[in-house]
């Protein structure tokens, strides 16, 4: 076997397939010169390759910014991206459900195409890093057959769904919200009404109010399981979103009964797309249009669309299976052993915990910095093929869950993870900080958020024991800029990366921001007390939890002390850390933790986060080009019949862009979008030429009507793809006078 | 058989190694150009993680590690593209890399690295070309073979190691002693 193509053959089931095929042909395009950057950016970041710190060519040794001299030459990636540069690959594990076979695909993608490492985010994906684009392909490919897309991934799209690790064995859940996650998944997965965002769109689901693992009010829609009546729904909230303005979200629906949470994500997705900001990406999230227009004014927005929706048989087909995505334990349920070892208790104090199901506990793995490895990975999965079997979840705290083990094998499991270096006790407590990739990798880093994570992890993990209960039960979280990746407004002892010139150099900060609260889905956001200098943070950190020791009233909480006190009083406690010594007395100050350069911003690029603003209609003009570019090939190869059929489906293709253009919902089907073609572009004379009026428009309408593609030969076909040749370049040329009058329109 | 993707690792003759020491080093390899024919584009720190990659040089050819996995410190050469030249080039040339890196760092005052050419281990990270099954072994082993006599002499004894799902790996007992300096001289 010569390709992973042909090896894996139909175990890459369709749209997978053709839709890589079609990503692996854009690759070839974009080195041919034939697609624009900014299309092509787009693109690969909505097939979930994304861009990394240096891409653009340049880096900071700690003298100043130096050439990167990629053999690529000028060959770009996208607009300062270059093509040889190193890139990530997000992959998307829906509510972080992952089987054993698929974590032993990741782990080998791992060692070939990265360094070994998986990365598991705070939005339950895993990453992995320093990937040359070329390669994108067949990982896609190998991660398809076992049931894996990073398609939508990144770039304007509906990123990964996620949900509580323990939906389904929780024992305060309403009820299991994965057979929910996974049908918006699927629904909304390249769905024609999510195409057109000018930003990225997060959902999120919690199975009940009041604890923490769904964290749906940070999201851009969330739903929390309720049970009304007997009827299950959820409490629906939209606009949430952390960032530099973290927004918490509003309610649009007290309680959406099961049977509407689709068409209500779809509605809410169309109003998006409609109405959301499109030039500004800084403004372009969900959460401003909401604070526009008002949430009353908004819902009346969504409801409109909702009556305007065409029924859709998948709103309610996923209902009569429920049970669909189910775990099934392979172990029968046990008890806990009284006698077990002292090494096991310490761990199952904080790693363990019961669920619902009599006799079955989730196992949290905790992972140092949401990191482990291709031989852990293998390693792990075995021990989900013995004990659990294919239940395991990444966690939005960057650990791994193990659900479905029986109390009777949970020491034998913890022995096994001890062996693997991979029984760190402690989750959920102050050791168990997340992280954002920060100046690690990621374009926009600010700050090294991992560098100072790993520093507290490796500081606090050797006084832990010591440590007060009150102080252990702390959450800490670093983000490495305000774009909040790390998540810290939501916990209790935050990071945020900032610089700050000192003496004419530039030295690495973190706003700290305490009393965020994790709990109830992240119900508050913590207050900015001021910017620490990197290598004080450790010291910060003492001295915050040193004062509420000694300071609380009883039991109060950290949030509740923060609340008493305030800000105010924390920046007295940080006060004498808060200025760094000269460069002169000490230089350490002004370089990053885990990073010998001397600090500097210059190596921070544009992020990919925002993706770039390309309208789904010219997605679509891109995508009828390249069909009619394979039909000039097929015809060229001698197949006439595929040929025309081909220049047929570049017209529709592009018909259909237009028609959607206009808002208007249409379907895949040839007959539908020619339908609304002739009703919303050739009735309306909107797509006629200025002299040849709707000569152009009729080539699709009589090739519809007559089927003439159908036994076209050599003639014939290259007729077609004359005329379909011809229709492109009028749908260009009525896209442009489509965007002259809007814009015309709104200057006015 | 593509001549990349191939992997060589030579230990350490001390076991603990204090990985933070790596990071300023390699970052000073990046502004020296320490390798010449090489891009060199940073450096990925996973001290943090038991038993793993330990600190990288990430280049655009080829990647080094300060590798600890087994708990087994050593010097990981892995090329990952771009090689210019036949089979047995490749092979020879992976080998070459990895103990002229070894050499650069027993160079490093600060870090005082000792390598070991006794046992060499060699892996291929490509399961679609070189799955880790005998017949790998059989289609390898003669380049190997030419290989490790280049550098260590003709008393290399060989065992393929792991399993299905692992990499192609081939554990090399050199029956030699030499140091790095010499084993390089030598070739």
Known sequence: MTSWKEQLGDRIPEPLAGEVDLFEGQIELKKQGKLDDKIFAETRLRRGV???????????????????????????????????????????????????????????????????????????????????????????????????????????????????????????????????????????????????????????????????????????????????????????VVGGGLGAVPVQAKVLAEFCPEEELLPLAQAVSRVFAR????????????????????????????????????????WTAFLDDLHSTDEKPIREPGALPSDAPLGFQKW???????????????????????????????????????????????????????????????????????????????????????????????????????????ELRKRLTLVEDQLDPAVQRLRMKASGCFNSCGQHHAADIGFTGVSRQVGGRKVPHFNVVLGGQWTENAKSYGLVVGAVPSKNIPKAVELITQHYLENREGDESFQAFIARVGKKEFRKVLAPIQKPPSYEEDPSYYSDWGDPREYGIGDIGVGECAGEIVPFVEFGLQEAEQQLHDAQDALEAGQAAAAAKGGFTAMVTAAKALVRHLEVQVKDDADDVVSNFRTHLYDTEIFHDPFAKGKFANYLLKMHGDKSFEDANEETAHRALDEAQLFLEAAHACYQRLTQAASAAAAE | MEPTKFQVKVYTKTGEIELEKLVPVFHQWIREKKIPDELLIDVADYAHVPQGPGVVLIGHQSDYYLDVADDRPGLLYSRKRGFDGDFQAGIDDAFRRALLACKMLEEESGLDFEFETSEVLFRVQDRLHAPNEESTYEAYEPALRRATSIFFGDSASFERVGGPREPFAVRIKTGANASVDETLARA
Request: hydrophobic fraction near 35%.
């Open chain 1, 50 to 236: 994304y861009g990394q710190r240096y891409d653009n060519g340049l880096r900071d040794d700690g003298t100043g910014q130096k050439p990167l001299d990629f053999p690529c030459g000028d060959l770009t990636k996208g607009p300062d991206t270059v093509w040889d540069a190193p890139g990530m690959m997000r992959i998307k594990i829906p509510f972080g459900k992952m089987t054993a076979d698929q974590l032993d695909v990741l782990s080998e993608l791992a060692e070939e195409n990265s360094d070994s490492i998986l990365h598991v985010t705070t939005r339950q994906d895993i990453q992995l890093h320093f990937i040359h684009i070329e390669e994108s392909p067949d990982m896609m490919r190998r991660l398809a057959a076992v049931g894996i897309t990073t398609r939508e991934a990144c770039g304007n799209s509906v990123r990964n769904v996620t949900a509580c690790e323990y939906a389904g064995v929780c024992t305060t859940q309403a009820f299991d919200v994965t057979p929910y996650a996974n049908a918006i998944t699927q629904y909304l997965l390249g769905h024609p009404d999510v195409q057109d965002f000018g930003r990225k769109f997060k959902i999120a689901f919690s199975g009940c109010e009041d604890n923490p693992c769904g964290l749906v009010t940070f999201h851009d829609l969330g739903a929390v399981a309720h049970v009304r009546d007997g009827k299950r729904g959820f409490r629906v």
């Open chain 1, 275 to 314: 109405l959301g900001e499109k030039q500004s990406r800084a403004r372009a999230r969900i959460k401003f249009l909401v604070q526009k227009v008002g949430i009353e004014e908004f819902k009346r927005l969504v409801a409109e669309e909702r009556e305007g929706l065409r029924p859709d048989e998948r």
């Open chain 1, 348 to 454: 199952a104090k904080h790693n363990l915990k019961p669920q619902a199901q009599e006799g079955y506990y989730t196992a949290i793995v905790k992972l140092p910095l949401g990191d482990f490895t291709s031989t852990q990975g293998r390693a792990l999965a075995d021990l989900a093929r013995e004990f659990t079997g294919d239940a395991m979840r990444c966690t939005v705290e960057q650990n791994l869950a193990f659900r479905w083990l029986s109390g009777a094998d949970a020491v034998a499991f913890y022995q096994r993870l001890d062996a693997l270096h991979m029984a760190e006790p402690g989750a959920g407590t102050i050791t168990d900080m997340t992280s954002c990739p920060g100046t690690d990798t990621c374009k926009l880093g600010i700050s090294a958020s991992r560098g100072v994570t790993g």
